[in-house]
């Protein structure tokens, strides 16, 4: 998967805890980018990285905070897990920006909030 | 919101038929990306069409674009049982983002 993976791939967790997720990538590109996906929902962006410490929110970034200290690691944090968090995380990263290039993505993260 | 819309959501075709579908988006874009997911596993791009492009090729895949009517066409021809998976068109909006599809999900019946 184009040198991208992501920690843990499943996890369960109760409401209320912290949870973080990590994308890791060994392709050295600039842009990475955190999605959620839902039934019915599609994918929906959560936050986006266009480069170390730089990063921006997305269309549902309500209750998640990134951070991205190097190039090759980008962190998904929910501060107080919440039932409706429950949901398939997906990483991608690009080597330009995504809106015009491909996007590679990692295998994904199931996260249950109990 | 910039999402395209991928119609038919569902398609159910047997094995060495052709299979069509549809993107719908609202606004003008420069391109459309076509992503292919496979149960379980992560989006894989497929092609990527310019605006001014009317039609590429890749393969088994045929993708056209009609800017005027603001929708795509992703064809698979002679399909196979590989090519079960959902499929998602995808455009570009803000800065460095891309708004994907619902999504339409294909059985390839062998």
């Known amino acids: 998967d184009a040198g991208i993976t992501q920690s843990p791939r499943h996890k369960v967790t109760e409401t209320g805890t912290p949870v973080t997720l990590r994308c890791h990538q060994t392709e050295n590109h600039r842009y990475m980018y955190w999605y959620r996906q839902d039934p019915g929902h599609g994918l929906r962006l959560i936050h986006y990285?266009?480069?170390?410490?730089?990063?921006d929110k997305g269309e549902v970034s309500d209750g998640y905070s990134v951070s991205r200290s190097k190039t090759e690691d980008f962190l998904l944090t929910l501060e107080s897990a919440t039932s409706s968090q429950t949901s398939v995380y997906f990483c991608?990263?690009?080597?330009?920006?995504?809106?015009?290039?491909?996007?590679?993505f990692g295998p994904g993260t199931r996260l249950t909030v109990l | 919101s910039q999402q395209g819309e991928e119609d038919p959501q569902a398609l159910s075709i047997q094995e060495g038929e052709n299979a069509t579908m549809n993107c719908s988006y609202k606004?003008?874009?420069?391109?459309l990306q076509w992503y292919r997911q496979n149960s379980g596993r992560g989006l894989v791009h497929l092609i990527l069409i310019r605006s001014n492009e009317r039609e590429k090729h890749s393969g088994r895949l045929r993708v056209t674009l009609d800017t005027s009517k603001k929708s795509s066409s992703l064809l698979i021809t002679a399909s196979r049982a590989a090519d079960t998976a959902s499929y998602f068109c995808?455009?570009?909006?803000?800065?460095?983002?891309?708004?994907f599809g619902k999504g339409n999900q294909v059985v390839v019946i062998p």
């Open positions: 995808a455009t570009p909006y803000g800065n460095n983002r891309l708004a």
């Open positions: 606004t003008s874009i420069n391109n």
């Open positions: 990285s266009y480069g170390v410490k730089d990063t």
């Open positions: 991608a990263i690009s080597d330009t920006s995504g809106a015009y290039n491909e996007q590679f």
